[in-house]
């Protein structure tokens, strides 16, 4: 006995606004079908003492230090600047 029927895949079909066939309409009850199928063997496991987990490896973020450090001063910013003014870069006006 299916646990979906092709009704409740034209239905959800029809609620995401999709057109699909009679054939695809099938497909995806079968393919549906296998995916419950597949779910329900997985609640007969024996998980007690099992901790829950967001991924199957220990994942850390690994990131350096946030220290301060020398970078570029003004005037070397400015050194290669096309145009500037008042100790900044001078662009285009954009709006007028």
Do not use: C
Not at 34 to 62: C, F, M, R, S, W
Not at 81 to 89: K, L, N, T, V, Y
């Amino acid at each position: 006995m299916s646990r979906i029927s092709e009704d409740q895949v034209k239905h959800v079909a029809n609620l995401a606004r999709l057109s699909i066939t009679e054939e695809e309409a099938q497909t995806f009850t079968k393919q549906l079908d296998d995916i419950i199928t597949y779910a329900e063997q997985l609640n007969e496991l024996d998980t007690e003492g099992v901790e829950p987990t967001t991924h199957v490896l220990d994942l850390k973020n690994v990131m350096r230090k946030d220290e301060p450090k020398e970078w570029i001063n003004k005037e070397d910013a400015l050194k290669n600047a096309p145009e500037q003014q008042d100790g900044q870069f001078k662009v285009p006006s954009i709006l007028e």
